[in-house]
């Protein structure tokens, strides 16, 4: 398996697995999958664009140019909170579970956070019934410090989501 940031080349591959993702896991994403369809390829394309702050980066399996997993990075501008950055839209493709992707995009995303300067802290949520995805980011230094309850509705139902910190 690979690891790269994605750039605005790769959005045509980034659109489908987004939509994929919200289509079949609504309850892991605030995003809907009908808000993200309705988005343009060039809102695509701008989302893509790595910045100083901000990047996703993309998994590819061995042998495989498709793309497999992903995870975006975004790090606070203002300066009383830019010691903090998040990690958002976390995802491997169902065919590619279990080959470490999640972990290895996780890792990479964290060695990238430990070298940028004055960064302290990683945040993220996880839906807090998301049992893998909490015991991969525990595993990976990751504590819960809160739990949002009612943090989303999803067809009458709410589902609370689990506050997570890495302090670099």
Known sequence: MYIRTLTPSDAESYRALRLQSLQQHPEAFLSSYESEAKLSIETTRIRLEPSDGNFTLGAFLDGD?????MATFFRESRPKIQHKAHV????VDLVARKHGLGRALMLELIARAKAAPGLEQLMLTVTSSNLPAKRLYESLGFVRYGTEPKAMKLDGEYLDEDLMVLLL
């Open 88 to 91: 958002y839209a976390v995802y």
């Open 65 to 69: 140019e498709r793309l497999a997993g």
